[in-house]
């Protein structure tokens, strides 16, 4: 066969001309009939040059998408940027270039980039969420959702970054600190925006049930959620006027509520402190607190501390006056933030009493630990619930609060409403203004968008830049005509991404966020991937959003995403990549020198998706061999026999023609079940260099119509991860396009073997092969490879450690 130069670079321009001069990838939203399936991958923070872990992302989706078109569906896979927000921001501060130009050239790089990569996007509906045409519905959502009571302002202890100058949501604080910058996080009290997700607390428990997403994302949000049942029980403190609830699983224990404790996040600390004798030591504390780590802080094993407050709770089941204390081991984000601190019945409690010298009370009976967390009799509680068991107590107990107005059953969560204003400029304004009369007042849906202006100093302040725009902040009210000024809050980034999947299935409507006919024939998402580091935030959210907007009749579905897949982490020499540890990988270098295919095929061969794996430049090399090695096969069958149809041979084949076929069909059932099954992309790219290198073992010795369909099966089975080899092989030999053509079934009767090639090694090497019965044992394989001449001459005189057998595949004499 003659020699060929693979050159991918000019393989893939000329595909993705072709692709975007046909308009290859776009999908109209006119019913034709044909089964639909939507397929969406994250959208990115367009803040500087895509990295690895976007290549692999949008490697997953097209691979998914291709496959899903090749079976017969009309494939929706969309691309657009989330572009405000913090990284974009950050990124323009860090630069001195104004964040809209800034991430308008990101964006630039990252459509160049995926264009370089021959993604099969539908371009037609691409946009940023900071451009006003899709941030106008952003706002309009908000809007929907104020008129229905789901967003509302108020004074709130809230999560303060000093670096970033903004408020930050509970969980975009990890222990203590900035999850963007790193930086402790401090406590203020400030008038907040926020969504009343919790009224969705029990739906977006419940409906987890309903989506095909990985087992440790659903366990994720069900701990976030965090649902509990028992009571909120009110204490009342008589120095202040102040009534404090809180929430407990074990209201049978309240006789037993010696003092009372909060968390240092909690947002009376400061104010019972004040003017008392420990209002410096409780400030000092609670700024020390929030620089811990919060699973240090709920660590058992942890040497309690704490500051009284220098005030008193009356227990409302005896009339007691306890203590108040705050003290590290409670968390603001269970129940109220307080706690009736029980040390007779729990371990924690016990351990603040003894360390602080408090009373420690046994309210139930029957164990012998110190604090005991088990079930008895009550004793010292009261004449009337004494010698009940506990939990029989328990209902009773919850019976006499509430008669008594002192408390009522209830059902905690962890989750907490969503605090979505921002202290920032590059974010969608609120579509509020404040008017001396009428108060809060919404902007009407014909005013929309408003339209955030340009300033020149957008660095953050401690307020919003927005509030020094003072021709933009003073306005009219809707209401009266009279003076009005504008919030100078922005909306969190989240809230963007919260509901950009539902636009890309209407982009192009000027008049509505969609039509609800299309949006319903897309909705939910099929197939959604991304990483894993979004299983809290970004999904609850998009939950919550889809949920909301059902129930205001806006849509039919009732989940974002029908089926989640989280893809892990690239790393190198075993370490997550960083810019500060300097291994980062940029995509531009390695599409540069092998081909946007090699690049892509590399990323999903390196192994399986949702695992991370580390990268290696020899890896690239093979597979970057592996591509040539079936462009120039392709080329050579093609020179010698020219375009013909994909047939197979006309004749029963037999012989190396036989095998030849079954390896092609073996090829297609592998890649089709693991494309279908379980996204295991690494094994189906493997089989397909399975089928690639018996082509050329054979290619001698079968006839040219044998050849001809193994080598345009593996072109076939290899386009959705390397499209443009793909694409050029297999119209060498067919004169086909191949992602016109239906995805190829596998002949099972060719899989069905009489005689199969067991392969013989000793300590792996591989030293001979033998045709063996497909239906033999373990132990007729074992002793057939024992007699072959060449495993004889390397296990002679050796002892035998072990021998692997793999039936109709392999046996392995491990030997030293």
């Not at 604080?173 to 969504?195: K, M, P, S, Y």
């Not at 620089?291 to 709920?298: F, G, K, L, Q, V």
């Not at 220098?310 to 984000?333: C, F, H, S």
């Not at 370490?575 to 092998?594: D, F, L, Q, T």
Request: glycine fraction near 8%; aromatic fraction near 10%; proline fraction near 6%.
């Amino acid at each position: 066969m003659a020699e060929h130069r693979y050159e991918p670079h000019e393989i893939e321009r000329k595909w993705q001309a072709i692709w975007e001069s046909e308009r290859t990838w776009e999908v109209p939203n006119e019913d034709d009939g044909t089964p639909r399936s939507y397929v969406l991958e994250m959208l990115p923070y367009p803040s500087g040059e895509p990295h690895m872990g976007h290549l692999k992302n949008y490697s997953v989706g097209d691979a998914v998408a291709h496959f899903r078109r090749r079976n017969g569906m009309r494939v929706l896979h969309p691309m657009g940027y989330d572009a405000f927000g913090l990284p974009a921001e950050n990124n323009a501060i860090k630069t001195g270039v104004h964040p809209r130009k800034a991430t308008e050239d990101s964006i630039a790089s990252f459509q160049r980039q995926f264009r370089s990569w021959g993604i099969s996007i539908d371009w037609s509906r691409e946009f940023g969420t900071h451009e006003p045409r899709y941030y106008r519905w952003t706002q309009w959502i908000f809007l929907k959702l104020f008129e229905r009571g789901l967003a509302y302002r108020k004074e709130a202890a809230v999560n303060w970054c000093p670096k970033d100058a903004t408020v930050l949501a509970n969980e975009q604080v990890i222990d203590g600190h900035c999850e963007r910058c790193g930086t402790a996080v401090e406590l203020r009290q400030l008038e907040q925006w926020f969504f009343r997700i919790t009224d969705y607390a029990d739906r977006l428990l419940d409906d987890l049930a309903t989506i095909d997403w990985p087992q440790h994302v659903v366990t994720m949000q069900r701990n976030w959620i965090g649902r509990s049942e028992g009571a909120e029980v009110t204490f009342s403190s008589p120095e202040t006027g102040v009534d404090y609830s809180v929430f407990t699983t074990r209201p049978d224990t309240l006789f037993g509520a010696t003092f009372f404790v909060m968390a240092p996040e909690h947002p009376d600390v400061l104010r019972l402190a004040a003017g008392t004798e420990h209002e410096q030591a409780v400030r000092d504390y609670v700024n020390g607190v929030l620089n811990e780590n919060r699973e240090d802080r709920a660590d058992t094993e942890r040497t309690k501390t704490g500051v009284p407050l220098g005030r008193t709770v009356i227990n409302p089941v005896n009339g007691e006056a306890i203590p108040m204390y705050v003290a590290d081991y409670v968390l603001m984000e269970y129940g109220t933030g307080a706690i009736m601190a029980v040390p007779g019945h729990d371990e924690r409690d016990f351990d603040f009493a003894t360390q602080f010298g408090l009373e420690i009370r046994r309210v139930v009976g029957g164990g012998e630990e110190l604090p005991y967390p088990g079930d008895g009799p009550l004793v010292n509680s009261s004449p009337e619930f004494d010698g009940l068991n506990n939990r029989d107590a328990l209902e009773q107990i919850v019976d006499w609060l509430d008669r008594e107005g002192k408390g009522h059953r209830s059902i905690n969560y962890r989750l907490r409403d969503w605090l979505l204003s921002r202290q920032r400029y590059w974010g969608a304004p609120i579509p509020i203004v404040y008017c001396d009369e009428h108060g809060i007042v919404p902007v009407p849906e014909a005013d929309l968008p408003v339209e955030l202006p340009d300033i020149e100093d957008f660095a953050p302040q401690g307020r919003s830049p927005l509030a020094s725009a003072e021709d933009w902040v003073n306005t009219t009210c809707p209401i009266c005509g009279g003076p009005a000024r504008r919030e100078t809050d922005t909306m969190d980034t989240f809230v963007d991404s919260s509901w950009y999947y539902l636009r890309y299935t209407d982009a192009g409507n000027d008049d509505a966020a969609w039509d609800a006919k299309i949006l319903d024939s897309w909705m939910p998402v099929d197939q959604y991937i991304g990483g894993v580091e979004h299983a809290i935030l970004h999904l609850m959210y998009a939950r919550f959003f889809v949920k909301a907007l059902a129930d205001l009749d806006l849509m039919e579905a009732q989940e974002p995403f029908k089926a989640l897949f989280t893809q892990g982490m690239i790393t190198r020499d075993g370490a997550k990549m960083s810019k500060n540890k300097g291994n980062v990988i940029s995509p531009i270098g390695y599409v540069e020198r092998y081909g946007a295919d090699t690049a892509r095929s590399y990323v999903l061969f390196i192994g399986p998706p949702d695992q991370d794996a580390d990268w290696s430049d020899e890896g690239v090399e093979g597979v970057h061999r592996f591509l040539a090695r079936l462009w120039r096969l392709g080329t050579d069958v093609a020179e010698q026999n020219g375009r013909q149809p994909l047939l197979g041979p006309l004749e029963p084949p037999e012989g190396d023609d036989l095998e030849l076929m079954r390896k092609a069909h073996w090829a297609i059932d592998k890649v089709t079940n693991d494309m279908a099954g379980r996204f295991a992309f690494n094994t189906a790219i493997a089989a397909v260099m399975e089928l690639v290198n018996e082509a050329y073992r054979r290619r001698d010795t079968v006839n040219a119509a044998t050849l001809h369909f193994a080598t345009a099966t593996a072109a076939s089975l290899i386009f959705p991860f390397a499209p443009h080899t793909a694409a050029e092989v297999y119209e060498a030999l067919t004169g086909d396009r191949v992602w016109e053509t239906h995805w190829p079934d596998a002949d099972l009767s060719l899989l069905e073997r009489d005689v199969v090639e067991i392969v013989v090694q000793v300590n792996g090497k591989v030293r001979d092969r033998v045709q063996a019965a497909a239906a033999s044992t373990r132990e007729e394989l074992e002793a057939m490879a024992r007699l072959r001449p060449n495993v004889v001459a390397h296990i002679d005189g050796k002892q035998i450690v072990k021998v692997v057998v793999v039936p109709s595949k392999l046996v392995n004499f491990v030997v030293r």
